[in-house]
């Protein structure tokens, strides 16, 4: 039986004004039935990054291990305590003594999923990075799926970049649940896909004469030029890549469902916005129409009025120089969100994959922060893991150093890259790395 991904023996490498011709490769070659049974089932994969940081005291627990304590923030998901790990002890640039700046606070997002960047300006989004794991995730595991991978959430440029493309180029978010179950479910009218398939192939004709004087630009450049000529390149080829994935999709209907499109509200409302996303991605996980996902935020607006005791916006709450009361209503703000997850897990573990398991079983959610503490500290990422996709242990607290607490005055600072987590969530998924961000090892516990 062919899949998609299978290549015919003729395959060569077409652009740049040339055709190479490949060897035999396995790829090659249709899988047998047996091959077919023994294959390991596909894993979802899916970052949120939440961004309204943490009551510290409320959100890391004490002790570690399988019998540990959950924390007040974390009481909400008791019920799947077997279905999740909390991690505790690892950021970014763990080699860096910092105390402000950069490399975390609201600006943690642009590289949560990168692990790195390089400083070219001023401006928060002044770096040069490269691939988010999650756009490495979709480039080896969203072959097979109409959208290699969801880029959602609230794009706020300089803050709330998560996924970058191999050239180090932002990806554009999708940022309501009506926008989204548009692009899921419905489908184009006959004159739109008409004038998309007429713009595509135009593109797809630019593309091709742009890329076809490159070796004659180049002897005339320097070196610096060269570079530069290569990294725009690079991301004309993407795009290339995905005009000519859209339209292998285009005469493809979308999947039917029986689920409602969200109210119009859910866009606007903080409150309807996190579960109809959730409910949502669930849903494409279900119709295998993705297997990755990048999650930015928790919703529109700064106000969290809905919950009883919280009656600040959150960024005077979260600038609350240890104030009891401010640090409370931060603690129920928690105290939602993972409200908010664990209805998340409820849904896929009651929902099937298209191989017949939970998605729970089939999947792995990493929720958590880039800024720990509301005031601009990111030395500690209060992460969660969830879900069983690919075998990883879970039901502990795995702590990899003293936990951050109010009553200090100088908190302790994770010595652990988390780009380690995101190697053990691709290896599990079954993508070929070996490295994430210069890093070869996994997290240390999930095995």
């Not at 652009?15 to 047998?32: D, K, R, V």
């Not at 910092?98 to 401006?123: D, K, P």
Request: glycine fraction near 10%; aromatic fraction near 8%.
């Amino acid at each position: 039986m062919n899949k998609s991904w299978h290549l015919n023996r003729r395959e060569a490498l077409r652009g740049l004004g040339a055709i190479i011709g490949l060897p035999f490769l396995e790829a090659m070659t249709p899988l047998s039935r047996a091959a077919q049974k023994a294959a390991k089932p596909p894993v979802r994969l899916m970052w949120h990054w939440v961004g309204t940081a943490t009551n510290m005291d409320a959100w890391f627990p004490v002790d570690a291990g399988p019998d540990y304590t959950l924390s007040r923030a974390l009481k909400p998901l008791e019920r799947h305590r077997q279905h999740f790990t909390a991690i505790s002890g690892t950021r970014n640039y763990p080699e860096l003594d910092y105390g402000g700046g950069r490399e975390f606070g609201h600006n943690g997002a642009l590289h949560w999923l990168t692990c790195q960047r390089t400083i070219t300006g001023s401006g928060p989004a002044d770096i040069k990075t490269h691939s988010s794991v999650d756009q490495i995730a979709a480039k080896h595991l969203g072959g097979d799926t109409r959208f290699p991978s969801l880029q959602l959430g609230l794009y706020k440029p300089g803050f709330h970049i998560l996924s970058w493309s191999e050239s180090g180029t932002p990806l554009p978010t999708i940022d309501g649940p009506a926008k989204l179950f548009q692009q899921l479910f419905a489908a184009k009218r006959p004159a739109e896909l008409a004038a998309f398939k007429r713009n595509a192939a135009l593109n797809q004709s630019v593309l091709d004469l742009v890329t076809e004087s490159r070796q004659d630009l180049e002897r005339k450049l320097g070196k610096p030029d060269k570079e530069k000529l290569d990294q725009y390149l690079t991301s004309v080829r993407e795009l290339e890549t995905g005009i000519a994935r859209d339209l292998q999709w285009a005469d493809v209907p979308p999947v039917k469902t029986s689920a409602k499109a969200p109210a119009p509200t859910a866009d606007k409302s903080k409150e309807e916005w996190m579960p109809a996303i959730y409910k949502l991605i669930a849903l494409a996980f279900e119709a295998d129409l993705t297997r990755v996902v990048a999650l930015a935020g928790d919703g529109p607006g700064g106000s969290y009025d809905f919950i009883p005791g919280v009656v600040e916006d959150w960024h005077p709450i979260s600038h609350h120089n240890r104030n009891p009361e401010k640090l409370d209503q931060m603690a129920k703000i928690n105290e939602w969100s993972m409200t908010q997850l664990g209805g998340f897990l409820d849904t896929l573990a009651a929902s099937k994959d298209p191989e017949g398991r939970s998605l729970l079983d089939s999947s792995l959610i990493l929720t958590g922060d880039s800024m720990t503490d509301g005031q601009h500290w990111g030395g500690n990422y209060p992460l969660l893991l969830a879900g069983h996709g690919g075998g990883l242990k879970q039901g502990q607290h795995l702590k990899f150093c003293e936990n951050p607490r109010y009553d200090q005055d100088k908190w302790p600072l994770a010595s652990v890259a988390t780009a380690e987590l995101h190697l053990a969530m691709l290896k599990a998924a079954g993508a070929p790395v070996e490295t994430f961000a210069g890093y070869k090892n996994t997290l240390k516990g999930l095995a």
